[in-house]
């Protein structure tokens, strides 16, 4: 009630000011609005609206960067899916994208719980380990896990060695079917901590007192984390959620630099894919931007859907 | 917190502990193995035990010297630098336009930039790889300070405009009736009562800007103009035996990151926060 009156009296009040000061304050307020808003507008339409066309315009054509391109129509589309190479990037970015995703949800709700029923001190100490590997760069933490992971001289394979469990020594990046759980540990760990943080201030928000009317009514710890946390936490998970789908969804630079897509394709996802089409690492060919044009365009319809998805969990969860 | 636990929290408190600590030493294992090799010599890579028996600091000599390592910092620090100036001063300037100013097609504008803040680098490198080669701009630093900064200051400008709403109507009201320009307002005013967004901005933006590599890797082709990131990719390739030699590289690019998170921590959980939820 309160609130409203307030808001109701702001209002006139600045109708009325608005009446007694007519319009050379608003104008004035109007040239202001426009250019202020000017050099990131004009920013913003050369190099984010108009890249974002001209690569919609490039996949409808064939160019290999010198003259003209040629149009083409959707040959581009109809042959990525007749693209073998294609069609498995397009199935792992989609895979390592879920897993990556459910894993950071997972882990990162359950460690924010136990960070939140720790003493304060220890719960401080916590966060700031689990966040560092967050906050290095995506080619440091792929660096780094890559001489982790390397087969002769690698501390993992050593390390198992030293524990007696040398059968499980493995040459990881370069072994097809062990590539791509070792790039989701990867990501998992440079993940945890920002997912960690966004559960963590979503717990909280969560009124105290709800839990002790619960206690009272005699539920136990349980039924309280099913019954008051998760409900609560459901704007927050779907945050979470789009966010993992997002970071998915444009992975390359912890690829890139610790198998650049390999072994034979292995771990190729579309933001390699793209790349070695368009700047030819691999092939040494022409360049084909349109078809590479292509991927991104994928890759920006699956960003978009990400974050639709996400305003429609929080909808959903308004309700 | 049902009432076994309520009666006596530390079992819970002791259990949680129990849990996260070794979770806490698995996650921070890298970085120890990282400062651990780098103080290593580099012939007991192979078959030394896992701490060192002798810590020597010569592998970070060797990565500063022969490696050009200083020239490669300062770009980094460089174009960080002016990257953040540019993209606080523009994302200051328009999201408090959005967020007190009145004029037409705000919220149109406003939608517009707001649809394309999540458009990944990855999605759009090549058509910005092409429009830098036809102005001209590829392989300079200008080229990749104007991509930075068109590329960042819409969400900058987006988390500015949280901060902005915050303030008062009547603080601006009042302003414009002691009769200060929109402009002086903005600066003398407004700025001023708005340090923690900044913080928040200067921070997020030092970070991803020090750490982003796929831009750089692209459209810099001259080595010497090079930031620190992709510099450590190749230094992958060219000392992958001498990895004293190539964590020393790492940790050392890894210092300014960790001075600026530790030193500032508060403001930064407190801005991605703001950042994540706004969204």
């Known amino acids: ?319 | 917190m049902s009432e076994t636990t309520a009666r006596r929290p530390w079992i819970g408190k002791s259990f949680a502990s129990f849990v996260l600590l070794p979770f806490c030493v698995l996650m921070a294992f890298p970085f120890v193995w990282m400062l651990l090799t780098s103080l290593r010599d580099q012939n007991t890579i192979f078959n030394g035990p896992l701490i060192p028996r002798r810590f020597t600091g010569a592998a970070y000599g060797d990565a500063w010297t022969s490696t050009e390592f200083p020239l490669h910092f300062w770009n980094s620090v460089w174009i960080t630098s002016v990257t953040v100036i540019g993209v606080l001063v523009f994302a200051t300037l328009s999201g408090y336009a959005f967020a007190k100013l009145e004029f037409p097609f705000r919220n149109t504008l406003f939608v517009l930039l707001l649809t394309t803040l999540m458009m990944p680098s990855t999605a759009l490198i090549i058509p910005l790889y092409l429009e830098l080669k036809s102005l001209g701009l590829l392989d300079s630093q200008t080229g990749l300070l104007v991509l930075y900064i068109s590329g960042s200051a819409p969400f900058a400008m987006f988390l500015m405009r949280a901060f902005f709403q915050t303030l008062p109507d009547e603080l601006i009201e009042a302003a414009r009736v002691d009769g200060g320009s929109e402009f002086t307002i903005f600066r003398r005013v407004i700025l001023p009562l708005t340090r923690p967004g900044i913080a928040t901005v200067v921070i997020f933006q030092f970070l991803s800007t020090w750490n982003e590599f796929l831009i750089a890797n692209t459209v810099l082709r001259n080595t010497d103009s090079l930031p620190l990131q992709p510099v450590l990719f190749t230094l992958m390739g060219q000392y992958s035996t001498n990895w004293p030699a190539l964590t020393a590289g790492l940790t050392l690019s890894v210092v300014p990151v960790v001075i600026v998170y530790v030193r500032m921590q508060r403001q930064f959980v407190a801005g991605m926060m703001l950042g994540a939820v706004k969204n």
């Open chain 1, 1 to 319: 009630m309160a609130t409203a009156t307030y808001k109701a009296g702001r209002a006139t009040a600045v109708t009325a000011q608005k009446h007694k000061f007519g319009s050379p304050l608003r104008k004035s307020q109007r040239v202001a609005g426009y250019v202020f808003i000017a050099p990131t507008f004009v920013l913003f339409l050369g190099f984010v609206l108009w890249p974002i066309l001209y690569t919609a315009y490039l996949s409808l054509t064939s160019w290999g960067g010198f003259g003209a391109p040629r149009f083409v129509n959707f040959d581009n589309y109809s042959r990525m899916l007749s693209d073998p190479i294609a069609r498995r990037a397009m199935i792992i970015t989609l895979v390592l994208t879920g897993v990556t995703t459910a894993l950071l949800t997972f882990f990162g709700l359950v460690t924010a719980v136990l960070v939140n029923a720790v003493w304060p001190k220890v719960g401080v100490l916590v966060r700031t380990i689990l966040f560092i590997p967050g906050i290095v760069s995506f080619v440091v933490s792929a660096v780094l896990w890559k001489l982790i992971y390397d087969p002769n001289i690698g501390t993992l394979n050593r390390v198992l060695g030293a524990v007696g469990m040398d059968s499980l020594q493995h040459p990881w990046l370069a072994d097809q079917k062990t590539v791509l759980p070792a790039i989701v540990v990867v990501t998992v760990w440079g993940g945890i901590g920002f997912t960690m943080l966004i559960f963590y201030a979503g717990l909280q928000g969560i009124d105290p007192s709800l839990y002790e009317a619960a206690a009272v009514d005699g539920a136990n710890t349980v039924q309280q984390f099913r019954h008051i946390t998760v409900p609560s936490l459901r704007v927050v998970t779907g945050l979470v959620v789009s966010l993992g789908l997002l970071n998915g969804f444009k992975a390359f630079d912890v690829i890139f630099v610790m198998t650049g897509g390999g072994p034979n394709h292995a771990s190729e996802v579309l933001g390699t894919y793209l790349y070695s089409l368009a700047f030819g690492s691999t092939s040494g060919s022409i360049p084909q931007l349109g078809y590479a044009s292509a991927f991104s365009v994928v890759t920006m319809i699956l960003c978009t859907l990400a974050v639709i998805a996400q305003l429609w969990l929080t909808r959903r969860a308004d309700r």
